[in-house]
C-alpha cells in the first residue's frame, strides 16, 4: 500500500470513523491501529500501552503510548486526548514534553482532533522540545502524507526523517529571525539610523540645510500587512505555555537571567518575551535582581483570576500610598507610555483612584505625560 492510501486509513481510523463523544480509551485504541499501519507491532514490543518512565528514586511517570527501538530505546512518545480536548491548550503538551524529556526521546506525537510533532533532537535549536508540524486528519494533506513517510517503521530506523526534520526546523528559525528582525526595524533607533542615512546621502546641500529640511519630517515604520507568513507549523503554542515556558526557563538560571539570553533559549521572540516577563512580574512570579536580570520568587505561577482578585482588594482596601505603587509599577512596564482607560483595566483599580494616583505621581515627578494621556516613568 503506497503512503497516501496509508494516510487515507489513518484520517478514517481518527476522524472518519470516530463518535465525537469517544472514551479516551477507545480513541487510544485507534492510535494504535493507525500506528500499526505504519509497520509498528504492538506484540512485538515495539508499541507498549503506558511504560513505565522512572523519576527520581520512587516516582514514576506513564505516557500513554510509546515506540519503542532495539535495546529498549525510546524513539517516539505519544500522548492521546480525545478529539473534543483544545490541543491548544497547555495541560496535553506540557505533558508530552514531560515524557520526552524523562524518556530521552527525539520525537513526541500528541494526537487528538489532528497530529502534533514534537521535536527535541540534536538539530533543535532550543532546549525545550519544539513544536515542528501540525497535521490536520484530511484524506489529501500533503503534510499528512509526509507524516507517513517520516514515521512509517522501515524508513524511520534507517532515519530517513532527517532532511525532513532539517526543513521544518529551518523554516522555523526563519521564520523566528524575521520576527526579531521585523521588532528591530519597529523600534525608535532604526529610526535615528535612517535619518543618519539620509543626512550623510544628501550631505552636499550642507548640514545647515539638511538639518533643516529633516526636522520638521516625520514618518512611521509598521506593517499594514504580513509579507511573510510563518507555516502553522512552526507557530509555538501560545498564552499559558508561553509563560510556563519562560518561567521554567528562569527557575533553571537562579543566580539570574536577561531577556536576549531567554530569548536564545526558549526561541520566543523579543516582544513574546517581553510581555511573558510583564505578565510574570505582574503575577508576583519573578523579580529583577538587577536591572534587567530576572529570578524566579514562586515555585509556580500564582492563577491569574486569584492574581486580579487579590489585587483589586488590596487597592480597594489600602492605603493611597499602595493604590500609588500599584500604578507605578504598571506604569514602569510600558516604557512608549500608557494610557488611563489601560491602567484602569490592567490593575483593577477604579478610573478615579487611578486619575488620584496619576496626578499625585506627577506632582512628586516620578511620572510624566509624554503626550496627552500617555503616561511613563522618569
Given at each position: 500500500?503506497?503512503?497516501?492510501?496509508?494516510?487515507k486509513?489513518?484520517?478514517?481510523?481518527?476522524?472518519?470513523?470516530i463518535?465525537?463523544?469517544i472514551s479516551?480509551?477507545?480513541?487510544?485504541?485507534?492510535?494504535?491501529r493507525?500506528?500499526?499501519?505504519?509497520?509498528w507491532?504492538e506484540y512485538?514490543g515495539?508499541?507498549k500501552?503506558?511504560?513505565?518512565?522512572?523519576?527520581?528514586?520512587?516516582m514514576?511517570i506513564?505516557?500513554?503510548?510509546?515506540?519503542?527501538?532495539?535495546?529498549?530505546?525510546?524513539?517516539?512518545?505519544i500522548?492521546?486526548?480525545?478529539?473534543?480536548v483544545?490541543?491548544?491548550?497547555?495541560?496535553?503538551s506540557?505533558?508530552l514534553?514531560?515524557?520526552?524529556?524523562?524518556?530521552q526521546?527525539?520525537f513526541?506525537l500528541?494526537?487528538g482532533s489532528?497530529?502534533?510533532?514534537?521535536?527535541n533532537?540534536?538539530?533543535?535549536?532550543?532546549?525545550?522540545?519544539l513544536?515542528?508540524?501540525?497535521?490536520?486528519?484530511?484524506?489529501?494533506?500533503?503534510?499528512?502524507?509526509?507524516f507517513?513517510?517520516?514515521?512509517?517503521r522501515?524508513?524511520?530506523?534507517?532515519?530517513?526523517?532527517?532532511?525532513?526534520?532539517?526543513n521544518?526546523?529551518?523554516?522555523?528559525t526563519?521564520?523566528?529571525n524575521i520576527?526579531?528582525?521585523?521588532?528591530?526595524?519597529?523600534?525608535k533607533?532604526?529610526?535615528?539610523?535612517i535619518l543618519?542615512?539620509l543626512?550623510n546621502?544628501?550631505s552636499?546641500y550642507?548640514?545647515?540645510?539638511?538639518?533643516?529640511?529633516?526636522?520638521?519630517?516625520k514618518?512611521?515604520?509598521?506593517?499594514?500587512?504580513?509579507?511573510?507568513?510563518t507555516?502553522p507549523?512552526?507557530?509555538?503554542?501560545?498564552?499559558?505555555?508561553?509563560?510556563k515556558?519562560?518561567?521554567?526557563?528562569?527557575k533553571?538560571?537562579?543566580?539570574?537571567?536577561?531577556?536576549?539570553?531567554?530569548v536564545?533559549?526558549?526561541?520566543?521572540?523579543t516582544?513574546q518575551?517581553?510581555?511573558?516577563?510583564y505578565?510574570?512580574?505582574?503575577?508576583?512570579?519573578?523579580t529583577?535582581?538587577?536591572?534587567?536580570?530576572?529570578i524566579?520568587?514562586?515555585?509556580?505561577?500564582?492563577?491569574?483570576k486569584?492574581?486580579?482578585?487579590?489585587?483589586?482588594?488590596?487597592?480597594?482596601?489600602?492605603?493611597?500610598?499602595?493604590?500609588?505603587?500599584?500604578v507605578?509599577?504598571e506604569?514602569?512596564?510600558?516604557?512608549?507610555?500608557?494610557t488611563?482607560?489601560?491602567?484602569?483595566k490592567?490593575t483593577g483599580?477604579?478610573?478615579?483612584?487611578?486619575?488620584n494616583?496619576?496626578?499625585?505621581l506627577?506632582?512628586?515627578?516620578?511620572?510624566?505625560?509624554?503626550?496627552?494621556g500617555?503616561y511613563v516613568?522618569?
Amino acid at each position: 500500500m503506497d503512503t497516501k492510501e496509508i494516510w487515507k486509513e489513518i484520517c478514517f481510523l481518527l476522524s472518519g470513523s470516530i463518535k465525537p463523544d469517544i472514551s479516551e480509551k477507545d480513541y487510544e485504541n485507534q492510535v494504535i491501529r493507525a500506528i500499526e499501519k505504519l509497520g509498528w507491532r504492538e506484540y512485538t514490543g515495539e508499541i507498549k500501552r503506558q511504560p513505565e518512565l522512572k523519576v527520581g528514586r520512587s516516582m514514576t511517570i506513564r505516557p500513554d503510548v510509546a515506540i519503542y527501538g532495539q535495546g529498549d530505546e525510546a524513539l517516539i512518545m505519544i500522548e492521546v486526548k480525545r478529539p473534543a480536548v483544545r490541543l491548544s491548550k497547555e495541560e496535553p503538551s506540557d505533558q508530552l514534553i514531560s515524557y520526552m524529556l524523562q524518556a530521552q526521546s527525539d520525537f513526541g506525537l500528541l494526537i487528538g482532533s489532528s497530529i502534533r510533532l514534537f521535536y527535541n533532537g540534536k538539530e533543535n535549536p532550543q532546549r525545550r522540545p519544539l513544536l515542528l508540524d501540525r497535521i490536520t486528519f484530511e484524506s489529501n494533506s500533503e503534510e499528512g502524507i509526509r507524516f507517513v513517510s517520516v514515521f512509517n517503521r522501515n524508513d524511520f530506523l534507517k532515519s530517513a526523517y532527517k532532511p525532513h526534520i532539517k526543513n521544518l526546523i529551518d523554516k522555523f528559525t526563519a521564520g523566528r529571525n524575521i520576527k526579531n528582525l521585523k521588532e528591530i526595524l519597529l523600534q525608535k533607533e532604526t529610526k535615528a539610523k535612517i535619518l543618519d542615512l539620509l543626512k550623510n546621502e544628501y550631505s552636499e546641500y550642507g548640514s545647515d540645510v539638511v538639518d533643516g529640511a529633516l526636522r520638521d519630517l516625520k514618518f512611521e515604520l509598521s506593517y499594514e500587512l504580513e509579507s511573510v507568513i510563518t507555516p502553522p507549523s512552526i507557530i509555538v503554542d501560545q498564552g499559558e505555555s508561553f509563560l510556563k515556558t519562560v518561567f521554567d526557563t528562569i527557575k533553571q538560571n537562579q543566580d539570574g537571567i536577561g531577556k536576549s539570553k531567554l530569548v536564545q533559549l526558549t526561541g520566543l521572540t523579543t516582544k513574546q518575551i517581553s510581555n511573558q516577563l510583564y505578565k510574570l512580574t505582574k503575577r508576583g512570579a519573578i523579580t529583577t535582581k538587577e536591572r534587567g536580570i530576572y529570578i524566579a520568587i514562586r515555585k509556580k505561577i500564582p492563577p491569574r483570576k486569584k492574581m486580579l482578585e487579590s489585587k483589586t482588594r488590596v487597592a480597594k482596601t489600602s492605603s493611597g500610598g499602595t493604590i500609588r505603587k500599584i500604578v507605578y509599577d504598571e506604569i514602569r512596564q510600558y516604557k512608549d507610555g500608557i494610557t488611563k482607560d489601560t491602567l484602569v483595566k490592567a490593575t483593577g483599580l477604579e478610573l478615579r483612584q487611578v486619575s488620584n494616583a496619576l496626578y499625585k505621581l506627577s506632582k512628586k515627578k516620578l511620572i510624566h505625560s509624554i503626550k496627552r494621556g500617555i503616561y511613563v516613568v522618569l
